[in-house]
């Protein structure tokens, strides 16, 4: 491995372009590691009892320390590398994974999960950044969108460590879930040394002869004089070349006409999906259950972990035709199928449940209403999968593949920062929310999606099927207000255009040449 990475890894583009997934199974993890112990009661006797706002603190602690994490990727992506951030990214969580198994008291736990969301925050914008510079556009959609994918995965296999464990008396029933999920991190960590880094961060780093090694071994077979290889080494270059005359790399670049436009699309996009209430139905599912009138901690823990299998299942169909559906078709069908289905369940919440006590806690709970209690279940099975095959997969494919290489590594971590700003309100906003204003909760998500539902419409083109410099040419259209006005095939170039623009480019630079000589 004379290269530094595998080239036998490098030429199958899905492994290339998924075991870094890995990544965003942590933030699956986290999730399960706190909704499967809401209901244990060596959880709840080591920790003194949380309260909704206290239980809410400490679930935000990971997406606070998230939100840190996810602005870091901006100096690390561009100093050390894609390949290299994420290895650091492992190593963050494995650490906070320790403190977490260990914690006597709620400071070493609160500490323990903001490392971890350091670790999250951090994997979770630079995954899609190396996802969509290393893969082909062909393929790039149903490459980043299997970061969700993974996310559901390090969800359900998390939640049924905490199930099994949850027969075990004492605290080994939340220690050892939780000592557990090091070992994702720590194979990641040690498999990505296996992998190439990207080859436009290594272009921008003036280290163009690796780079073509990489894109020949990524898409050409090894051959570097490869058509293909040599054509999108020189479309690379010709980017990095135009993007260096614009200007500086600081985050002013964000604010600049045609940047900042970019900018509130990626970040609004992981605001819709956090808004969209899906925080409500994995972090504390076991709260919406019991308000649903289903009781029995076992009989809840299955049906918690029924959604979570349809999570997983439903991510399936939208990686596979991620790029044919298209981004927008997505986003706007599951807007609206969110919105619906929160509805359905605010309605008959409100209509037929009552205050009452569960555990000893106030909720707002439906009694002797089976059917009821059954139709609430299956709206939110049915929000659960809208979900998961539309805004999850596309709100990580989206914002990692609309911005110019030169601010790219800012403009995603940005974005991602913005998911974990939200992530962090509403984790410690939902349990109090469920205490006080009970069913109006999901009237509240059920707006927040028609009104993403709008946003969208209006204002995010198409994207899929477009390499990373062709996607330049969609949103010079302009079209600000009228995104659906923004055809498919816009931007798109055969082989023969790229050459024709790269001669006709060689011949205005000799020309140029010709001109400073005389």
């Not at 359900?156 to 905490?162: A, C, D, G, I, R």
């Not at 035709?321 to 927008?328: N, Q, S, T």
């Not at 139709?375 to 709100?395: D, E, K, N, R, W």
């Not at 403009?411 to 700003?421: D, G, L």
């Amino acid at each position: 491995m004379g290269k530094g990475y595998s080239a036998a890894i490098a030429s199958n583009p899905y492994i290339v372009g998924s075991f870094a997934c890995i990544g965003g199974g942590l933030f699956g993890l986290d999730i399960s590691s706190m909704s499967g112990v809401l209901s244990n009661d060596a959880y709840k006797n080591t920790f003194g009892n949380p309260g909704p706002n206290a239980q809410g603190a400490i679930v935000a602690s990971m997406p606070a320390g998230s939100f840190v994490g996810a602005l870091a990727v901006s100096k690390l992506a561009d100093l050390f590398g894609r390949k290299w951030t994420i290895i650091l990214s492992g190593w963050i969580w494995v650490i906070g994974s320790i403190l977490q198994c260990a914690a006597v008291n709620r400071g070493m736990l609160v500490v323990g999960r903001v490392i971890s969301g350091l670790s999250v925050g951090i994997a979770s914008a630079i995954v899609p950044l190396y996802q969509s510079e290393i893969t082909e556009p062909r393929i790039r959609g149903r490459i980043v969108s299997m970061q969700q994918w993974s996310i559901t995965w390090g969800i359900l296999l998390q939640y049924f460590v905490e199930f099994g464990c949850s027969y075990i008396d004492g605290v080994a029933s939340f220690r050892i879930p939780w000592g557990l999920q090091m070992i994702p991190a720590i194979i990641l960590s040690l498999g990505m040394m296996f992998f190439p880094e990207s080859p436009r961060w290594l272009v921008d780093h003036d280290r163009a002869d690796e780079a073509l090694e990489i894109l020949a071994d990524l898409h050409g077979k090894g051959d570097p004089n490869n058509e293909l290889v040599q054509l999108e080494i020189n479309e690379i270059k010709e980017q990095v070349r135009f993007e260096r005359t614009e200007g500086a790399k600081s985050y002013l670049d964000l604010l600049k006409p045609g940047i900042f436009r970019r900018v509130t699309l990626g970040a609004s996009l992981q605001m819709w999906s956090q808004l969209s209430g899906m925080n409500i139905m994995m972090y504390y599912i076991i709260y919406v259950f019991q308000g649903a009138g289903l009781t029995g901690r076992r009989g809840n823990l299955i049906a918690d972990s029924v959604q979570y299998v349809l999570n997983v299942v439903f991510t399936i169909p939208a990686i596979i035709y991620i790029d044919k559906w298209g981004r927008r078709p997505m986003l706007l069908a599951g807007t609206l199928l969110m919105g619906f289905w929160l509805m359905l369940v605010g309605g008959l919440q409100g209509r037929y449940g009552h205050w009452g006590e569960v555990d000893g806690d106030r909720v707002w709970v439906i009694s002797d209403h089976d059917g009821i209690t059954k139709a609430v279940i299956v709206f939110s099975y049915l929000f659960v999968c809208s979900f998961a095959i539309t805004m999850g997969p596309v709100s990580w494919t989206y914002p990692a593949e609309i911005f110019p290489m030169r601010v790219r590594a800012k403009a995603v971590s940005f974005s991602t920062a913005a998911n974990w700003a939200f992530n962090f309100a509403l984790a410690w906003a939902v349990p109090p929310g469920l205490s006080n204003i009970a069913w109006k909760t999901y009237f509240i998500f059920g707006a927040f999606n028609f009104g993403a539902f709008i946003h969208i419409f209006f204002m995010f083109p198409e994207t899929a099927g477009r390499t990373l410099e062709e996607i330049e040419d969609v949103f010079a259209q302009g079209h600000m207000f009228t995104a659906w006005a923004i055809k498919r095939d816009v931007g798109k170039r055969t082989l023969e255009d790229v050459v024709r623009s790269n001669k006709h480019e060689i011949h205005e630079v000799d020309s140029r040449d010709e001109k400073a000589v005389a």
